[in-house]
């Protein structure tokens, strides 16, 4: 019967360092006066090389078709129990779900672990995850992720949505991390990506954001912003955007740090592409250097996702597999779609004033 598992896995990303940092390097003024920032790029940064949100396959979702209440000890004392069920309500909804878990013999550790699908007669399907536990040694997580299918209120047109967020934190150090994740996909070939990420280990933190999004026609835009700083005063953050359609475009971005003693730094820099071959660079820094240069390159960006609609159908068979409610003859859905709200931001500070 069920064990608890060892999700304390995704804590080893909090409490192991020395893992290799893949994040372009801070300006070497920062890590030349602050070598604690290399400490928190390296036990921190590693985070950004997850995969974020994953497909619906990874999760292993099996609802049980009968009703379950179930529940046990196993030999070395720890309990398990698993139940399903069926909630209906209103315009045919239906959510079908199957809750487990368990706990050590002297309850120091336990787990949960939730599935569930959701339909109703206006074409509405959700699959969902949530899990949670923590072990003797204070250690919590929690994660949760769902994809959706409706039909968009303004387009008609059907969309798919994934989203995610997790979480985890130190039972013995002032440590801890949690990240959101999302993405939007239309059957036009608009679609929309971002991750809120924000980390701690002791007198050290750090933030980061970026979006993607793609218009259908051509247009996209892409942006990310990260910053890190030390209860010591010490603060660095790098931050950059691109804009571009039918091969003309821009791309600006900005690296700054501050020292403890209020000391700052910046450097600037951008470019315009105006399609025929040209670039403009152009970009200057506290230092006194700048430039302002006209050159001959080739203007290269993504026009569309490399993961777009036809994936995401691709990879949803299992909520695209759900069956919604007979609906009884002379009763119709109630149209009222009401988009899917964007994911609100964080709760962790804003990014720091430089």
Not at 189 to 216: F, I, P, V
Not at 221 to 228: S, V, Y
Request: proline fraction near 5%; aromatic fraction near 14%; hydrophobic fraction near 30%.
């Amino acid at each position: 019967m069920p064990r608890l598992p060892g999700h304390s896995l995704l804590l080893h990303h909090i409490l192991s360092p020395g893992k290799k940092s893949f994040l372009p390097d801070a300006p070497q003024e920062v890590l030349v006066r602050s070598p604690v920032i290399l400490h928190l790029k390296e036990i921190f940064y590693q985070l950004i090389l997850d995969t974020g949100i994953a497909n619906e396959k990874d999760w292993g979702i099996n609802l049980l078709n009968e009703h379950v209440n179930e529940s046990g000890t196993n030999e070395d004392g720890s309990a398990w129990y698993r139940e399903s069920g069926e909630d209906l309500g209103d315009n045919g909804y239906r959510c079908r779900w199957t809750r487990m878990g368990g706990r050590s013999h002297d309850g120091s550790s336990e787990w949960k672990e939730t599935w569930w699908e959701k339909s109703d007669w206006s074409g509405y399907k959700e699959l969902g995850v949530e899990k949670s536990g923590r072990n003797a040694e204070g250690d919590s997580w929690w994660e949760t992720w769902n994809e959706v299918l409706y039909q968009d209120e303004w387009s008609n047109l059907a969309r798919i949505e994934r989203s995610a967020q997790k979480q985890a934190k130190s039972g013995t150090e002032n440590a801890g991390w949690y990240e959101k994740w999302w993405e939007k996909y239309d059957a036009k070939g608009w679609t929309e990506k971002g991750a809120h990420k924000y980390g701690r280990l002791n007198e050290q933190s750090w933030w980061e954001k970026w979006g993607e999004h793609y218009d259908g026609r051509g247009s996209v835009l892409k942006w990310t912003d990260k910053w890190a700083e030390t209860e010591l005063g010490t603060k660095w953050g790098d931050k950059w955007e691109e804009k571009f359609f039918a091969g003309i475009g821009s791309r600006q971005g900005e690296t700054w740090h501050v020292s403890p003693s209020g000391e700052r730094w910046w450097r600037t820099w951008g470019e315009e592409h105006f399609g025929n071959g040209k670039v403009h660079k152009y970009g200057k820094s506290t230092t006194g250097e700048s430039w302002d240069i006209v050159v001959d390159e080739e203007t290269c960006y993504e026009a569309e996702p490399h993961y777009g609609w036809a994936d995401v159908v691709g990879d949803s068979t299992q909520l695209l597999s759900i069956q919604p409610r007979e609906r009884p003859p002379g009763v119709f859905p109630n149209l009222d779609f009401g988009s899917i709200p964007s994911p609100p931001l964080e709760d962790s500070p804003d990014s720091p004033s430089q």
